[in-house]
C-alpha cells in the first residue's frame, strides 16, 4: 500500500490542537478517520473544534460539503485498538520520546504489516522514534503546521530507514490532503523549527531586555518582514509549552545557541502558556 487512493481509513493519536486539525483535514480529503486521545473529554473537545472550524471554513465557501457530512466521517475514541485497521496512522501526542516510542511499539503490534506510521513530531528524532517498531522503514515524519486547516504546508521528515517509496507516499498523502509539502532530513527540528524557534527566542529575548515593547516588537516584524504574526504573537499562538519543549530539544542537541529566552521559561512554569490559557505574551478573553 503505497498509494493515497489505497487509503482507507486515517488513525490519528492525538485529539489535541494538531491531532484534531490533522484529522479535520483527512475527513475533508475523503478519507474515514479514527481519532484517538486518552481521556474521552480530550477527544470530545478535538471533536468540538473540528465541528467549529468546519463551520467557519463553510460559512466562507471553503469546503464542498456540509459540515456533517464531514464530520460523520470522524470517530472518536479512547481505545488505540480502534486504530488496528488504519492504512495510516499520524501520530500527534505530547512531545515526549518515551510517550511516543510507547504508542509506536502499541500501533506496531495493532496496525497491518504495509501501514505507514507517521509523527507529527516538531522536532525530536524520527528514527528514534522508528526504533520503537520492527518497521522503521515505514516510519516518517509528517509535521503538519498550526492551526493546521489553514496551513498550506507539510513538512515530510526522512528517518534514516524510512523507504524511499514511504517518503513518496507521504508526499502524495499530505498532496491528497491539501497540502504541499518540503522534504527535511531527521536533524533536529528539521527545516521549520530549526530556524523558526532561535527567530521566536530572539523576539522573548528583544522583549525582555527593553529593546522594545511587546507590540512594537510584533509590529516591527510583522511590517518590517510580510509575515502574518509577530514573534511574540506566534509563540502564543503555538502554546508557549511547546516553544519551550522545541527549544529545549534543539538546545540540547545543538548547543547554546538554542538556548530558550529566560521569560519564556518564567512564564511556561507560571502556566501562562499562551491564547490556550488566557494568558501569554498577550491576554486573551
Ligand atoms: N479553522 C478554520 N479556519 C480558520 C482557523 C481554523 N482553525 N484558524 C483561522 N481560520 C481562518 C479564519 O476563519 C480566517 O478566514 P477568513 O480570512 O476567510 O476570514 C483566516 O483563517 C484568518 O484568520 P483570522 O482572521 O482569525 O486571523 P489572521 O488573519 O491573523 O490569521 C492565522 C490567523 C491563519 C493563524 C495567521 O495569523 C497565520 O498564518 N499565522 C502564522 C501561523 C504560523 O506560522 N503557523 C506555523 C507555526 S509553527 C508550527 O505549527 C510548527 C510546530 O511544530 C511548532
Keep these: 500500500m503505497y498509494e493515497p487512493a489505497d487509503v482507507e481509513t486515517v488513525g490519528v493519536v492525538?485529539?489535541?490542537t494538531m491531532g484534531h486539525g490533522i484529522a479535520?483535514?483527512?475527513?475533508?480529503?475523503?478519507?474515514?478517520?479514527?481519532?484517538?486521545?486518552?481521556e474521552s473529554e480530550y477527544v470530545d473537545?478535538?471533536?468540538?473544534e473540528i465541528d467549529s472550524s468546519l463551520e467557519?471554513?463553510?460559512a466562507k465557501g471553503a469546503i464542498d460539503e456540509e459540515p456533517a457530512t464531514i464530520r460523520g466521517r470522524i470517530a472518536g475514541t479512547t481505545d488505540l485498538a480502534d486504530l488496528a485497521d488504519a492504512d495510516v496512522t499520524?501520530?500527534?501526542?505530547?512531545e515526549e520520546m518515551a510517550v511516543k516510542r510507547d504508542v509506536f511499539a502499541d500501533l506496531d503490534a495493532l496496525a497491518d504489516d504495509d501501514a505507514v506510521l507517521a509523527t507529527n513530531t516538531s522536532t525530536l528524532s524520527i528514527t528514534e522514534i522508528a526504533g520503537a517498531t520492527d518497521r522503521p522503514d515505514r516510519v516518517v515524519g509528517l509535521h503538519f503546521?498550526?492551526?493546521?486547516?489553514v496551513m498550506e504546508g507539510v513538512e515530510v521528515?526522512?528517518?534514516?530507514?524510512?523507504?524511499g517509496a514511504v517518503v513518496e507516499f507521504?508526499?502524495?498523502?499530505?498532496?491528497?490532503l491539501g497540502k504541499e509539502t518540503w522534504e527535511s532530513d531527521d536533524k533536529p527540528g528539521f527545516v521549520t523549527n530549526r530556524v523558526l524557534m532561535p527567530w521566536i527566542n530572539e523576539g522573548i529575548r528583544a522583549y525582555d531586555e527593553g529593546v522594545a515593547t511587546r507590540d512594537d516588537i510584533d509590529r516591527g516584524m510583522r511590517l518590517g518582514t510580510n509575515v502574518p504574526m509577530g514573534p511574540l504573537e506566534l509563540a502564543d499562538h503555538i502554546g508557549l509549552d511547546v516553544v519551550l519543549d522545541a527549544s529545549e530539544t534543539l538546545h540540547e542537541e545543538l548547543g547554546d545557541r538554542y538556548k530558550p529566552a529566560y521569560l519564556l521559561t518564567r512564564k511556561v512554569a507560571a502556566g501562562d502558556l499562551g491564547k490556550k490559557t488566557g494568558e501569554g505574551f498577550y491576554g486573551y478573553e
Design 14 to 16: 492525538g485529539a489535541g
Design 24 to 38: 479535520q483535514v483527512a475527513a475533508t480529503a475523503g478519507y474515514d478517520v479514527t481519532m484517538r486521545d486518552i
Design 45 to 48: 473537545r478535538g471533536l468540538e
Design 56 to 58: 467557519r471554513l463553510a
Design 90 to 94: 499520524v501520530e500527534a501526542a505530547v
Design 145 to 149: 503546521m498550526n492551526p493546521v486547516p
Design 157 to 163: 521528515v526522512v528517518g534514516e530507514h524510512t523507504d
Design 170 to 176: 507521504a508526499h502524495a498523502f499530505a498532496d491528497a
